[in-house]
């Protein structure tokens, strides 16, 4: 398959599980299980999270822009904000905190200003959940990468090497996946890679050392957060603890893409953003020949497919 229709499935597979997950975020997996059962139907309107929604943001600037700009590409997250309210009439599940600096955010914009707010520090998961997009761009060295997270989560978590570390993981590991084909993909092999990009920080370094243990045990998905966190219902929204839960079930069920979506999106905790980092996995590896029929259809995909396919405007590498 080529580069097009990988990055396409890492795109959409990644929005399908935000979709998939985002009516069983908040709880525990015995909760999903009884309400649902297995979750494999979309919600039937189909609206994926600001997980999604800040993806396409920064998608919009890679392929507009060709660049990250730090306050560019913060006046798309409010302008995708605006968009949403008047053309669908909700918000999405933005934090009251992350809310209230793109409001502010909204302010500068309004007044054609640089934006003049602190960097931000904190160490959960919206700077994993958006990044995916950066890597259509030509970072020459690891700092290159790491200079366009922060500038694309500089006013929410700009500041924390937790969280710039675990997009940065993120983002390596995408690329790996683009550069492989199924026929030759081996786990621990892929396993052994994400050890070699985790170990500048020492937190993720030593739970990624747990997670390869506890995949060379087989233990499953489901009793992977009592192995990993020491509790069945732990909400996964530190971005370290957001990116590990991912890795681990893409890599259990890695030959089967839609098995890594629906596992995700019934582990509990944050699964909204389990799933669309899960989903990314699955996609980048995969391409985008694997969903099924149902799931198509979501919010904005004609835009998010044709961003993608415009992707031989941007230095790929």
Excluded at 192 to 209: D, R, V
Excluded at 248 to 274: L, M, Q, R, S, W
């Amino acid at each position: 398959m080529n580069i097009t229709e990988k990055y396409q499935g890492l795109i959409l597979g990644g929005c399908y599980g935000d979709v998939l997950s985002s009516h069983t975020e908040n709880m525990t997996r015995a909760e999903i299980l009884k309400k649902f059962g297995s979750v494999t139907a979309m919600n039937p309107n189909k609206f994926y999270t600001d997980d999604s929604e800040m993806t396409l943001a920064i998608l919009k600037n890679v392929i507009g822009n060709k660049r990250i700009d730090k306050d560019k590409v913060h006046f798309s997250y409010a302008d995708e904000i605006v968009n949403t309210i008047k053309t669908k009439g909700h918000i999405k599940g933005y934090s009251s905190k992350t809310r209230s600096i793109i409001e502010k955010i909204k302010f500068f914009q309004d007044k054609k200003e640089p934006v003049n707010l602190p960097i931000g520090r904190s160490p959960n998961n919206g700077a994993v959940m958006r990044i995916s997009p950066l890597i259509l761009l030509n970072h020459k060295t690891d700092d290159d990468l790491i200079k366009d997270i922060v500038s694309a989560t500089y006013y929410t978590h700009g500041g924390n090497s937790d969280a710039v570390y675990a997009a940065y993981v993120h983002c390596k590991l995408l690329k790996h996946l683009l550069a492989m084909d199924i026929e030759n993909f081996n786990v621990y092999m892929f396993m052994l890679f994400a050890l070699n990009f985790s170990s500048k920080n020492e937190t993720l370094f030593a739970k990624m050392h747990l997670l390869k243990f506890l995949l060379e045990q087989k233990i499953t998905p489901d009793i992977f957060s009592y192995n990993m966190f020491g509790k069945t219902d732990f909400f996964q929204i530190r971005a370290i603890d957001c990116l590990v839960t991912a890795i681990y079930i893409f890599c259990y069920y890695a030959n089967d893409p839609v098995k890594t979506v629906c596992t995700a999106c019934e582990i509990g905790g944050d699964t909204d953003t389990i799933a669309k980092v899960a989903g990314e996995y699955a996609g980048a590896l995969h391409g985008n020949k694997w969903f099924p029929a149902e799931w198509k259809g979501i919010e904005n995909e004609n835009i998010f497919i044709e961003l993608v396919n415009e992707h031989q405007t941007v230095n790929f590498c």
